[in-house]
């Protein structure tokens, strides 16, 4: 392996493929809330993030990071969980642009309807004949507000 990007493709690989994970839960594995913030969940779902820390432990990310993937008629953004690297969300009626800038977003389509920065690790996934929404198994944090 040559690259930060290689070993990722890698890990994405082996979760969505042999280990047959939902990408909603791969996020959580890759950018994996802080112990802090698993504290403060409902028990069910402390139960699951913790489970996946210790089992996945190696395969969280650390440093700056943001992913795009395109995988069989999905294509699935996020940002490492304290967002050092950028990660914008826009939305026009059925399509959805992934950006490191809104700027390059409004490049392609000036009128969107919806824009926004996701939270750090919080997945974003287009799926072909679905609307674009933000499908994140954790609920986001209080006084996150949409940026447009």
């Known amino acids: ?27 959580k594995i890759l950018a994996a809330p802080f112990w802090a913030d698993i504290e403060r969940r ?3 779902e402390q139960k699951l993030l913790r489970t996946l ?5 190696s395969l969280l990310l650390n440093g700056p990071f943001t992913v795009i993937i395109a995988h ?7 940002t490492d969980r304290i967002r050092l690297r950028p990660l914008t969300v ?3 009626a059925d399509m959805l642009y992934l950006s490191s800038e809104e700027s390059a977003i409004r490049l392609i389509c000036p009128d969107l309807d919806r824009a ?12 072909l004949k679905q609307p674009p929404e933000p499908q994140p ?9 949409d940026v447009n």
């Open 72 to 78: 069989h008629g999905e294509m699935i953004g996020f």
């Open 42 to 44: 409902p028990p069910k």
């Open 137 to 145: 198994v954790v609920v986001a944090r209080e006084g996150m507000s």
């Open 90 to 92: 826009g939305v026009k």
């Open 53 to 57: 820390r210790q089992v996945y432990s």
């Open 116 to 127: 926004w920065i996701p939270m750090g690790g919080e997945p974003i996934v287009g799926r």
């Open 1 to 27: 392996m040559q690259t930060d990007t290689e070993v990722v493709a890698y890990a994405v690989d082996l979760l969505m493929r042999k280990h047959r994970l939902p990408i909603e839960i791969v996020a």
